[in-house]
């Protein structure tokens, strides 16, 4: 069985269910995968998080889930057996064979803490057992702590717990070798350090007895010390996700928690181990805007590619309905206008039918013309062959469908009547495939034709030569306008009697 979600997010504390929430704010289709094991699970009791001082971190997450469900959020017990990535999204193997397509991922797994061997100490973990002076030292401040150093960042450690109490002993021997340098700070602020190894934690009533290798016992009211950070992303490798140069290697990700792969994101200790839960809520936050931001944009560049796929078949249907849309022959104002210039390479951006390309291959350019009906393209290749001249026709949607820069690069009446047609967009690219020293030639109608009696009430403006420079808004450093009018040019009117179309002309030249 395969569900279909814009987001899964694989963990379901405090960073997935706030990632979960803007998601499910932002009507996202969003699924929570949770083990149930918050890294918090063992403490009775949270600090330091504004608004929810003392509250148990189980009536958290029950809160969490109420919210996010109440957003159309959905949360499921199980776990993540591998991720797969799709292409356009990811598949979600979960352990109990179900699989789940996402658009994007939320690693939100959390972290283990790997607590050294020490018999008695996983029993009083969380409650005697602290790791973190933030989250519970002021709950034992003023009592007999003790530091267990299990690296060198237990020094920081134990002068953060002196600030809390003035009877405070170090055991040494779990981390490295301190030098003279970190006793004499410790000794100044009168930190006992004992040598010996810790060899067990027992309890004694609200306190812990700390047993020591050299035979001794001190009784404490509690011990701070930290346990590795362990990443379980084994159902990730697939991904070879970076990691970041810090303890237990968490996942590398930008400030909207986006990983090295594009479609998966990561929140909370996952991304900082040493992260307290306001930390881990706000990372969770930002990366379920982030995908939403993400997802949003992909929506945006699906309905254009939908509505561009739409604009070109209409196109295509429109040739395809007459046996010859235009004469073959090129547009005057056109050939008044390049009649002077050098050949040399030459790309016609909506060259239809090919009357303009094959009339500058007659002309000596090597000349390209590309539209997206694949008709028009047909028959601009016979009208090419029939001339006895060399051109080249490619289907597609304006420059991109080609490479290379070129002297002459020439959009002849590139117009639609509709609303959203991308003009300047288009007209930017192509100015874009000038070569230095070449030019750009736009072609425009600056004004209906004498016989059209209706205008539809959305058709965008025709606009003059001088409006469309200033939309364009090449940088002039860099481009010299050459012409800059509106010419009259003699036609047939489909009645057959004769007309004026007014054209307006438009030409750069690249520096």
Same mark, same amino acid.
């Given at each position: 069985?395969t569900?279909?979600w814009?987001?899964v ?5 405090v ?5 979960a929430?803007?998601l499910g704010?932002s009507r996202r289709r969003?699924?929570?995968i949770?083990?149930?094991e918050p890294?918090?699970r063992?403490?009775?009791h949270?600090h ?9 971190p ?7 889930r109420a919210e ?10 199980g ?6 990535? !799709? #292409?356009?999204? @990811? +598949? ?7 699989? *789940?397509t996402? &658009? /994007?991922?939320?690693?939100? %797994?959390?972290i ?7 018999p ?6 969380g ?6 002076p ?10 007999a702590?003790?530091v267990?150093m299990t690296?060198p960042?237990g ?9 809390l ?10 981390g490295?070798?301190m ?6 700070r410790l000794?100044?602020?009168g ?5 010996a190894a810790v ?6 009533g609200?306190?812990?007895?700390i047993?020591?290798?050299?035979g ?6 509690a011990i701070?010390? !930290? #346990?590795?950070p @362990? +990443?379980d992303l084994a159902?990730?490798d697939?991904? *070879?996700l970076a &990691? /970041?140069?810090m303890?237990? %290697?968490?996942l590398?990700v ?8 594009p479609?998966?994101f990561?929140?909370?200790?996952v991304?900082a181990?040493?992260?307290n ?8 936050s930002?990366?379920g805007?982030?995908?939403?931001a993400?997802l ?13 796929a739409e ?6 249907e429109?040739y395809?309905?007459e046996d010859?849309?235009?004469?073959g022959r090129v ?12 050949p040399g390479?030459?790309?016609d951006v909506?060259?239809g039918e ?15 013309? @590309?539209?997206?009906?694949?008709t028009a393209v047909?028959?601009?290749t016979?009208? /090419? ?11 597609g ?9 070129f002297?002459?690069?020439l959009a002849g009446f ?9 003009r300047?967009?288009?007209l930017r690219a192509?100015a874009d495939?000038?070569a230095p020293?070449g030019r750009?030639?736009?072609v425009?109608h600056a004004a ?6 209706e ?5 965008p403006?025709m606009r ?9 808004d ?10 800059e009018?509106v010419?009259?040019r003699?036609?047939t ?9 007014d054209d307006?002309i438009?030409?750069?030249?690249r520096r």
């Amino acid at each position: 069985m395969t569900n279909e979600w814009d987001a899964v997010i694989i963990g379901g504390g405090v960073a997935g269910l706030s990632a979960a929430q803007m998601l499910g704010r932002s009507r996202r289709r969003t699924l929570v995968i949770d083990a149930g094991e918050p890294r918090n699970r063992f403490a009775a009791h949270m600090h330091g998080v504004l608004g929810h001082d003392g509250m148990d971190p189980r009536a958290l997450l029950e809160r969490g889930r109420a919210e996010a469900r109440a957003y159309g959020v959905e949360i499921v017990e199980g776990a993540v057996a591998r991720l797969e990535d !799709a #292409g356009d999204g @990811v +598949l979600v193997h979960r352990a109990d064979g179900t699989i *789940d397509t996402a &658009r /994007a991922v939320v690693i939100a %797994a959390g972290i283990r803490d790997d607590l050294p061997d020490i018999p008695g100490l996983s029993d009083a973990w969380g409650r005697a057992a602290l790791h973190c002076p933030y989250c519970h030292g002021w709950e034992v401040a003023g009592g007999a702590l003790g530091v267990v150093m299990t690296s060198p960042a237990g020094i920081h450690q134990a002068q953060l717990v002196r600030q809390l109490s003035d009877r405070v002993t170090v055991f040494a021997a779990g981390g490295v070798p301190m030098g003279d340098d970190a006793m004499g700070r410790l000794a100044a602020r009168g930190v006992s350090v004992v040598a010996a190894a810790v060899v067990g934690v027992a309890p004694r009533g609200d306190r812990l007895v700390i047993a020591t290798a050299d035979g001794e016992e001190r009784v404490l009211d509690a011990i701070f010390i !930290a #346990g590795a950070p @362990v +990443l379980d992303l084994a159902f990730a490798d697939g991904f *070879d996700l970076a &990691r /970041a140069d810090m303890p237990g %290697a968490p996942l590398d990700v930008d400030l909207m928690g986006r990983t090295s792969h594009p479609r998966v994101f990561a929140a909370g200790n996952v991304t900082a181990p040493f992260g307290n839960v306001p930390v881990s809520m706000a990372s969770g936050s930002m990366a379920g805007a982030g995908v939403n931001a993400v997802l949003t944009e992909e929506d945006f560049d699906r309905a254009v590619a939908e509505r561009t796929a739409e604009r070109n078949a209409g196109w295509e249907e429109r040739y395809a309905a007459e046996d010859r849309f235009w004469s073959g022959r090129v547009n005057g104002s056109v050939a008044a206008v390049v009649a002077s210039f050098e050949p040399g390479t030459a790309l016609d951006v909506g060259s239809g039918e090919g009357g303009d390309v094959v009339w500058l291959a007659e002309q000596g350019w090597e000349a390209t013309g @590309v539209d997206v009906s694949p008709t028009a393209v047909r028959r601009a290749t016979a009208l /090419a062959a029939e001339r006895g001249v060399e051109a080249r026709f490619v289907v597609g949607d304006g420059v991109g469908s080609v490479v290379g820069e070129f002297d002459l690069v020439l959009a002849g009446f590139l117009h639609s009547w509709e609303p959203d047609f991308p003009r300047i967009g288009m007209l930017r690219a192509a100015a874009d495939r000038v070569a230095p020293g070449g030019r750009l030639l736009i072609v425009s109608h600056a004004a209906p034709p004498p016989w059209a009696r209706e205008v539809p009430d959305h058709a965008p403006a025709m606009r003059s030569p001088a409006e469309e420079r200033a939309l364009l808004d090449l940088d002039p450093a860099e481009w010299e306008v050459e012409l800059e009018e509106v010419r009259k040019r003699a036609v047939t009117a489909p009645d057959g009697s004769p007309a004026e179309l007014d054209d307006g002309i438009l030409l750069f030249r690249r520096r």
